[in-house]
């Protein structure tokens, strides 16, 4: 019993010697880094400027379209659901990934996008996307220039439908 005090003592004194104060850290007069200053630098894609809406990378216009865009890029066509991606600033990434379910229900990333696309100034991707009833196959996202990233997955809601514009919201709501 001593011998174990004894150890448990020791072993104490140990992890306390090995949590030495750190030396305070020198204050900065900048201000924090937020959204809207990563933004302030990056350029808006001339053809976002009619869906703009604060802390978006983008939107997604699905049909039935109240006034068709003009795409500069195509993606996949067939008989799914026709939309138009639009980022929201020039030099972002727009990736397709599929989507792979683990055994707990939880979802992952394929490792290579299927579909990816570089922005230039008034680019509108226009793809013809899958929404299954059931489970969800694909994960759209926008990458912007400083790094943010945005995305959700192409479901479709049985209650309520499809939006007419789904936003890339940066921390989550799509709508």
Known sequence: MKQRILCLCTMLI??????????????????????ESQLIDMVENSAYAAYAKTGTLGVLLN??????????VTWREGEYDRAYIIPHFVGSYVNLFGVVWDEEGGYVLTDKAVQSTYVDDGCVIFS??????????????????NGECAGFLLEYNGNTGTPAQEYFSIGGATE
């Open 128 to 145: 013809a996307l899958e929404r299954p009833e059931g489970m969800p196959m694909w994960y759209l996202e926008i990458e912007a220039p």
């Open 14 to 35: 140990l992890m306390l010697s090995a949590c030495a104060a750190e030396p305070p850290q020198a204050r900065t007069t900048e201000a924090p880094m937020t959204l």
């Open 63 to 72: 049909e039935p379209f109240e006034k068709e865009p003009t795409a500069t």
